[in-house]
């Protein structure tokens, strides 16, 4: 019972939400750095096979020039391997970046198999130049800078097959004392390319921590320009791009939008009598109540004061009409005092509806008319939702300009002339 009651605590540990999503973002921090590191070999790699296919091409000629015996032969080998290593060029920039490690390893192949075929042909062509052609290779994980795995391996294979071909059979013409010193220069090469290594890696590694570093400094300071610090809420920046990328998405399935806008009712008597603390601990009770009632796509904005937004993709304004109405029973529910005394009154919130409809060319003429019905719902009694089209506010605006409606008086609402710039109207003028 003790081991299964165990089992299923370390189950929870695992699967919960907090560890998957820090797993989650370790995970993608690790993937984008694989990528980078693939596309920095990458260009290391191109940058390489124009090196290195000049030097076999010149190394041919000098041991054609200086072994004529064997020139001919000598220069057909190197220039071969010349004309492949520039092959890997065209390569490297088309390939995929699971084969990029594999190329670096052709790359650095090729000079190993002409060093080992011009050595069986004329032994004597390479054994005053020993030291710089078999160190030649060791070289290469320092290039393209191999981690420790990868360039253990390859020094050590390397080390093995250049010196015990050495050893054992001499090449068919070196005395025991050569093979040893050349098998010794192999060694002392393969290890100070292993120490070389050692020590490039340590500042490539403290570049890596430090650029991680960096990336996560630069996510918590988004975080605080995105967030509003007392609701933990998305804030306005934050709308704005967010409506930037979702316009996008609902034009590719021809969705509609809802925009929902909330203002406190009375938030400045509840500051007044109440204090500026509990005027706050109201507004973190009103953003938490609004992050759970809403679904899984729609997100909550602080859009400035006691002022809310809930963006609901893909709803249609019956739709948001509905979750707007749920909201306000919710919010109402909680029951927060909003006066002193016993008997006071209990804290509400009016709501505007609005939707935007494809091609969403025009999220501030959503928000408007959404304030548009917001103000309504204020000016009508508060605690209570209303809905606006674009063309039901314009027709309210040429009503209170023309003096034919209700709102038509000598003093116009305050959103009137506003609304016709392309403007919210004052909040200190809209009814508290």
């Not at 699967?15 to 596309?39: G, I, T, Y």
């Not at 340590?202 to 630069?218: D, K, Q, V």
């Not at 601990?281 to 759970?292: D, F, I, R, W």
């Not at 089209?389 to 609402?413: F, I, V």
Request: with cysteine; aromatic share 6%; net charge positive.
């Amino acid at each position: 019972m003790l081991a299964r009651l165990l089992s299923l605590r370390c189950r929870e540990r695992v699967l919960s939400p907090d560890r998957l999503q820090v797993a989650a973002r370790h995970d993608s921090v690790r993937r984008r750095d694989a990528v980078r590191q693939l596309e920095e070999l990458r260009r290391t790699l191109r940058l390489g096979s124009l090196i290195v296919a000049p030097i076999l091409l010149i190394t041919g000629l000098s041991l054609a020039i200086r072994f004529p015996t064997r020139g001919a032969d000598l220069f057909v080998l190197w220039a071969s391997q010349a004309l492949a290593v520039s092959a890997v060029y065209p390569l490297a920039k088309r390939v995929h970046r699971q084969y990029i490690v594999r190329l670096t390893l052709l790359l650095a192949s090729l000079p190993m198999l002409a060093l080992l075929v011009s050595l069986a042909l004329e032994p004597a062509a390479l054994l005053s130049m020993l030291s710089g052609y078999c160190i030649l290779p060791v070289a290469v994980p320092l290039f393209f800078g191999w981690s420790r795995p990868l360039r253990t391996a390859w020094l050590v294979a390397y080390g093995l097959i250049m010196a015990g071909t050495v050893v054992v059979t001499g090449l068919n013409g070196l005395v025991i004392s050569q093979r040893t010193d050349m098998a010794i220069d192999i060694a002392i090469g393969c290890l100070i390319g292993w120490i070389g290594g050692e020590l490039l890696e340590r500042p490539r590694l403290r570049t890596i921590e430090n650029e991680l570093e960096l990336r996560r400094l630069n996510r918590v300071l988004s975080g605080y320009a995105t967030t509003d610090p007392l609701t933990d809420l998305s804030n306005r920046r934050r709308l704005e791009t967010d409506l930037g990328l979702l316009a996008v998405s609902l034009r590719q399935s021809d969705a509609p939008c809802a925009v929902l806008m909330f203002d406190v009712d009375r938030f400045k008597q509840i500051n007044d009598e109440l204090g500026h603390a509990a005027g706050d601990a109201a507004l973190q009770s009103v953003a938490a109540e609004l992050k759970h009632v809403v679904r899984g796509r729609d997100t909550v904005y602080r859009y400035g004061g006691e002022e809310f937004v809930v963006i609901l993709p893909d709803a249609n304004l019956a739709a948001g009409i509905e979750v707007a109405e749920r909201i306000r029973r919710a919010i109402e529910g909680l029951a927060i005092r909003a006066r002193p005394g016993p008997d006071a009154a209990t804290l509400t919130v009016s709501g505007g509806v609005a939707v935007s409809l494809p091609p969403h060319g025009d999220w501030d003429a959503a928000l408007r008319v959404a304030d548009f019905a917001l103000y309504d719902a204020k000016t009508s009694g508060r605690n209570r939702i209303c809905s606006a089209t674009t063309e039901s506010m314009n027709e309210a605006l040429a009503e209170a300009l023309a003096g034919n409606g209700p709102s038509g008086r000598a003093g116009r609402p305050a959103w009137v002339p506003a609304a016709l710039l392309g403007l919210r109207p004052d909040e200190g003028i809209a009814p508290a």
